[in-house]
């Protein structure tokens, strides 16, 4: 039998990074290539006891229907964090609860881009934020990444060349994959532009509570007095990646098309959950939670970086995050960085190749992305040193 | 700030029905207007034993992300199910888990329609079907419904008047909003059609295990020697539907193509309660409970239809329904059905007017749902004789 599949499901592929993701069965790999908190990360037995409460005394609203725009009390109390917290959101703006923060990114697109329209993202940018993007049948759009975040020139550029631009996409804080971080200056020029040409964008910022080094940065959103920010983010790197639990602050006329966009798609997000991550944000302290995850990622960011500085040959480079998740160590010309990636799997060693992060899917990369919230300490240890050996192999023989 | 809807948006209202839900916080007015399962329905003991087993045992797995098809076990008790409960699933077929019934819907027409293309459907149907097709920018083609199901020479019209569909839904069994089943023969010969058009089929049926009279019918999908048919059914009706668990079983090409979507939309449904309701589903007696709820419907349902036997002028017309949630009752042409709805919720009743599940939103209905899992033994009694005391003065004000 042969399908006539929506053309915007024709060309697009599963992402690399779930196929890695799905192939790292074999326990003798060292993994680089997670997108993973670590589980240390859960607070499972503070979560397992306000379930165990939630059955006994509130299964009936738990386990029923609820409404789409999510759980009354939690709503609430996310939108009074994120004013507290970032300094986000206005008499225009409506805070819902979606299926993690992805759902947030797919639900915007959907609600604002026809087929054939195009979205603007910073080259590289975060795999499944493309991939929503296309199957919602949009172009995705890329524009250069400078060490302080998007080149402010070329998105304007890129605004204009592209008229049926509907909406741009960045991630500011501790970016997927390169975790680069805007500087503020940068973020205030990114805000003058979508006002310029009234133009959405979506905030992504499911990292932004991770920071570890450095000083807070405030977020686009705190900065959007006309309406045009559609903040993003998740509860996945700070209490439960598995539960499915992000939210959206954005301008209520937009949060109310995408309210119906959810109606059609999971009619709402896991009601037992919201209910147990309402209770958890409200009556313990989530926040030295969080400061245990930072202190913990801040350690393992500084013993990957150490092991990058001691292990790779000065012809590689890579990036030093404040926070979040990420490394983006770039090669130089000398090495493919395909061949690169295939010789650390040799050596038991997986990382994303670039690619996976191109907007134009059939670019070159010359960078790998490496994480550091999953591997063990001795694991980052004899990572680095692994990609030093090979990187050192394949100099030696391109010489 | 004016925004720039994409056009599948801009037309499509909130539904009806979840407008009706919300506004039902009056505790006076009795709802017969909720599609909502029985909280009786929900095991929430033993639900409460399991999750805190997982808690303790397995947290790491319950909080972390997971593969997008769904959590491998789970997927394989449901496809052993399907077989042996339905006769379903053949070489080619795959099963996945769902962010409710729902979302498989969405996902098959995401995977199969271009903006622009018909779905067809019958008329009335399921409103949340209804609008994921419209979310996705397609066209719902109605067909009438006879007592025995879709009239098939109109489908076959339909269908070669409309060169540009590309799908077929149905919900053969206990449908909504109608509560009607479609005869074998019907099955039957629905099957051939989208056979000799090489149309795929959704067959939804979220209801089929909720059976309280009559004899089983065979699903299409145990039919289905083609792969044409992508089967959607999920635990809302037989365990919580808060969860938000369904599954789909589909021809594989098919279903990869959804798992791409699927991917874009929520990366995964959420794993602690794909592991629980795994759990529940091989450790507990799941056939029991299903039949406790059987004889839970049964007995309401029996309930409300001696109440309009009862209660209603002889010139409104009721379905009998042999399981699932719903009656659908139809108004003679005397009676204005926006009126009759009116002066129930003014007379505190609440039932969901038949317009909202047409697959023409400006069409005009003589219709109305009412459900009996939800309301108590009493508001059953009362509701129907207040719904005769209506249409008795409704009549004689036209006489």
């Known amino acids: 039998m042969e399908y006539n599949y929506s053309d915007k499901m024709k060309s697009l592929k599963p992402s690399a990074i779930r196929e890695i993701f799905k192939s790292l069965t074999d326990p003798s790999i060292i993994s680089f290539a997670a997108g993973n908190p670590s589980p240390l990360s859960f607070p499972a037995d503070e979560l397992a006891e306000i379930s165990a409460d939630i059955f006994k005394n509130d299964s009936t609203t738990a386990l029923q229907y609820s409404i789409t725009e999510g759980y009354p009390p939690f709503r609430a109390a996310i939108a009074e964090r994120l004013k507290k917290k970032f300094g986000i959101g206005r008499d225009f703006d409506t805070t819902i609860v979606t299926s993690g923060g992805q759902q947030g990114i797919e639900l915007a697109c959907k609600a604002l881009c026809n087929e054939g329209d195009a979205v603007i993202c910073c080259n590289p940018s975060f795999i499944g934020a493309l991939n929503s993007f296309r199957s919602n049948g949009a172009n995705t759009i890329g524009v250069d990444l400078d060490d302080d975040g998007i080149n402010v020139e070329k998105l304007e550029k890129a605004i204009q060349d592209n008229p049926n631009a509907k909406m741009l996409y960045l991630i500011p804080t501790f970016q997927n994959p390169t975790g680069i971080t805007m500087s503020v ?188 919230s999953m591997p063990s300490d001795e694991q980052i240890t004899r990572g680095t040193e692994i990609m030093g050996e090979v990187a050192r192999e394949m100099l030696s023989e391109n010489k």
Chains 1, 2 share one sequence.
């Open 185 to 372: 200056e940068k973020r205030k020029a990114v805000y003058e532009i979508v006002k310029k040409y009234s133009i959405p964008m979506i905030e992504d910022n499911p990292y932004g509570e991770l920071r570890f080094a450095g000083t807070d940065v405030p977020t686009i959103k705190s900065m959007d007095t006309e309406g045009l920010v559609i903040y993003c983010s998740s509860f996945s790197k700070i209490l439960s990646a598995g539960m499915r639990i992000g939210y959206i602050c954005a301008p209520d006329a937009i949060v109310q098309k995408m309210v119906v966009a959810k109606q059609s798609e999971d009619v709402h997000t896991n009601i037992f959950f919201q209910m147990l991550c309402y209770r958890y944000m409200t009556e313990r302290d989530m926040d030295s939670h969080i400061a245990d995850i930072r202190k913990l990622y801040g350690a393992k960011c500084a013993l990957m970086l150490e092991g990058l500085e001691k292990n790779l040959p000065s012809e590689l480079k890579f990036t030093r995050p404040e926070g979040g998740l990420f490394i983006w160590v770039t090669l130089p010309d000398e090495i493919d960085m395909m061949t690169y990636v295939r010789k650390l799997i040799e050596k038991k060693l997986a990382v994303v190749p670039g690619t996976a992060f191109n907007c134009d899917p059939d670019a070159p990369s010359h960078s790998v992305r490496i994480n550091y």
